[in-house]
């Protein structure tokens, strides 16, 4: 009997199955750690310590801060009371540059403390120049209002009489009899509640 070949049919991979992986992946293996000797201990602390005094050397306290700004205040108006007796320049744009002057500094030194005074001047100046322009704008006010009032002629009022049915502006003046008739009034009282049967 004659042998027939045996014909595989060839299976093509689907289009959603997944690819089968050329090599297994590699198993963990766990590594023995030694424990770190003395020395390694001890170069590892000072490191620490290094840094955390480093740190501490470069971050001030919120009360260092507080105190730097208010150096930078103090030393604000004193400059500036200083130079606004000199009559350099006028009050305003002394005050207004020592402002910008401030806020350059607080924005971009580049050492933390001159921030800080940077700050206080920035602050001190900022106040004095917003006094300066909220005290020119009430004495503005105040000129328009004086302005605007009608003008009375110097000299004593003509008196007019009292309108009808207004009392007179010397209605609170008491008469010179008035203490004897209130008397006389409270007498009469007195004996008509004494006479009077119970």
Known sequence: MPKHKKHKKAHLMRRNAATALARPLPRAVAVR?????????????EARELETARKAVEEDTR???????????????????????Q???????????????????ALGAPNRTVRSIGLGAMAAAGGQLGFMLIDDELIRREEKKK??????????????????????SNASDIPADALARAYERA???MALASDAPN
């Open 33 to 45: 750690m030694r424990p770190p000797t003395a020395r390694e201990v001890a170069a590892d602390q």
């Open 147 to 168: 302005d605007d009032r009608p003008q009375v002629a110097a000299g004593p009022r003509p008196s007019t009489p009292p309108a009808p049915g207004k009392k007179p």
């Open 187 to 189: 007498r009469m009282r």
């Open 87 to 105: 009559d350099v320049l006028p009050p305003k744009i002394m005050t207004g540059a020592i402002s910008a002057l401030g806020a350059a500094l």
């Open 63 to 85: 009360g260092w801060r507080t105190i730097k700004a208010l150096g930078g205040a103090a030393a604000t108006t004193v400059a500036g009371a200083y130079l606004a007796r």
